[in-house]
T-cell receptor
Framework: GDSVTQMEGPVTLSEEAFLTINCTYTATGYPSLFWYVQYPGEGLQLLLKATKADDKGSNKGFEATYRKETTSFHLEKGSVQVSDSAVYFCALTSSGNTGKLIFGQGTTLQVKP | KAGVTQTPRYLIKTRGQQVTLSCSPISGHRSVSWYQQTPGQGLQFLFEYFSETQRNKGNFPGRFSGRQFSNSRSEMNVSTLELGDSALYLC??????????????FGPGTRLTVL
């Protein structure tokens, strides 16, 4: 079945460092890909998405490109802030199955001042 | 627009009891999905309702059930609670039928503790 694999955390960075969180997926057809973020004590917030190959999703300085050839959707940010500390989830929905998100295990990011 | 709301936010139950959780979607959203989040298993899909019909179901035992009302509000029920049902239960809604229909908006969750 469909699945998502994320790099294990926690990831600890200093403020203004470059961030990469790796995400690869297995899916039949053409899934939509997402990054969600969860702050402590809260639900998930959609960070960005991409719906077809070579699409780049971006929001709040974060970017991810849908790479079908490598089945990847890595999250990047050029300069992280302390306020970016959270858990990040990579997810997919299969085509024709948009009500069901399949999540990776999540990666905890801690940014130190 | 108000976001997705879930009630109650916290629940403590004992083994063998049953529990009902409620979710009110964003106004105009007719799809509601439920997820269970635990440290060990991560985020797992429970089921999705659209226009009062279950459209999708995850791999959970029959003790987990749900329903959706005509105003799109949804409830999930867990019967005969087990210790392993302790989790954060998240509800999400989406605006089906648009180019953003695949975006799910999450509520804050209900934290269920089973003693």
């Amino acid at each position: 079945g469909d699945s998502v694999t994320q790099m294990e955390g926690p990831v600890t960075l200093s403020e203004e460092a470059f961030l990469t969180i790796n995400c690869t997926y297995t899916a039949t057809g053409y899934p939509s890909l997402f990054w969600y973020v969860q702050y402590p004590g809260e639900g998930l917030q959609l960070l960005l998405k991409a719906t077809k190959a070579d699409d780049k999703g971006s929001n709040k300085g974060f970017e991810a490109t849908y790479r079908k050839e490598t089945t990847s959707f890595h999250l990047e940010k050029g300069s992280v802030q302390v306020s970016d500390s959270a858990v990040y989830f990579c997810a997919l929905t299969s085509s024709g199955n948009t009500g069901k998100l399949i999540f990776g295990q999540g990666t905890t990011l801690q940014v130190k001042p | 627009k108000a976001g997705v709301t879930q009630t109650p936010r916290y629940l403590i139950k004992t083994r063998g009891q049953q529990v009902t959780l409620s979710c009110s979607p964003i106004s105009g959203h007719r799809s509601v999905s439920w997820y269970q989040q635990t440290p060990g298993q991560g985020l797992q899909f429970l089921f999705e309702y659209f226009s009062e019909t279950q459209r999708n179901k995850g791999n959970f035992p029959g003790r987990f059930s749900g329903r959706q009302f005509s105003n799109s509000r949804s409830e999930m029920n867990v019967s005969t609670l087990e210790l392993g049902d302790s989790a954060l239960y998240l509800c999400a809604s989406s605006l089906v039928g648009t180019d953003r229909g695949d975006e799910q908006f999450f509520g804050p969750g209900t934290r269920l503790t089973v003693l």
